[in-house]
């Protein structure tokens, strides 16, 4: 099997990417280096990633004669490219909506020019936006997106499922829920407050620490991608499916787990609530169990302990 991954020098994408090798399939990264956050850590990740077999691409993926070039030999798309930031979406939506929107509608224009019929893509928690009641489940409205990013998502759910309506594109779009892990993006609180505490530095707190996650690990979430680039097929309908950690906490705990985990108190700087951003997410995991066999394995508390010790340059 030849996958090629959108975003893959990315958080997500390059954990994918090197689990799709280790399973022994072929893996193609396309990724455009953005500078969303720093290009260079994405350029030495992609680096890795080449010596370790896969096939790197640069270039953007609102690039039609890049996508085809990409698509040669392939035969599943995971499309995880994006700009990623509720804020910045609310800063700058007409970047959100070209990336997002847009450059989904390349890749899908170009997989039926070259017959690629599978497609696996990264939707979000956020979707659920201000009209989901707890936990959330898949046949909610999802109608009431609280951000440009949200928009953007629920969009590209929406376009996927034209494609498997008007041209029996197979698509599974997963619904992720707050991902953190070792190479975790820099702008996430998980991330941002690991690095403060080991670095003695303050750090900025969004809210009273009340928001509630459904964090999810990133090998689960790796886990959930691979069995659903197994399952998705041509032919196969348009599928919305959670993966979510299966339990809440909220920042409060995190902050918790994190000073215990480095053995220092966080240094917080009390700012308002971030606009855009939802109270509480939470996962129904009943689809993800049925479909894919989903089961998140690794808890929050021991997922923070992994993060803070890939942090610290511990071997694995
Ligand atoms: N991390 C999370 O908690 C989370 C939650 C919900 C959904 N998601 C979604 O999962 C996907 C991966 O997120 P991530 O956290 O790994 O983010 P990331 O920013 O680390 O990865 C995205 C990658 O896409 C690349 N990219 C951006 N624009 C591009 C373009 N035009 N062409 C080609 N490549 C481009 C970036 O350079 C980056 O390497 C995204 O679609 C994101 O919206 C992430």
Redesign the pocket.
Known sequence: MRVLV??G?????SHLVEALLRRGSAAVA?????P??D?AL?RRTAARLAEAGAEVVE????DPATVERALEGVDRVVH?????GVRASIDDPLTTFD?NVR?LLVLLEAMRSRGVGALVS?????VYGGDATPPFREDQPASRPLSPYAAS?RAAELLCATYAELHGLGSIALR?????GPRG?PD?AIGKFVRAALRDEPVPLLGDGSVVRDFTYVDDIVAGLLRAVDVVAPGGGHDVVNLGGGATHAMKEVIALIEAATGRPLRLERRPPAPGDMQLTHADQARARARLGFEPRVPLAEGIRRTVAWARGEPA
């Open positions: 959108t975003g020098a990315g958080f997500i994408g396309l990724d455009a280096f953005d969303y956050y290009p994405k270039g953007d993926v609102r995880l490219a994006a700009m990623p990336v450059g990264a939707s979000s928690s956020s998502k992720f829920f707050t991902v953190y993006r996430m």
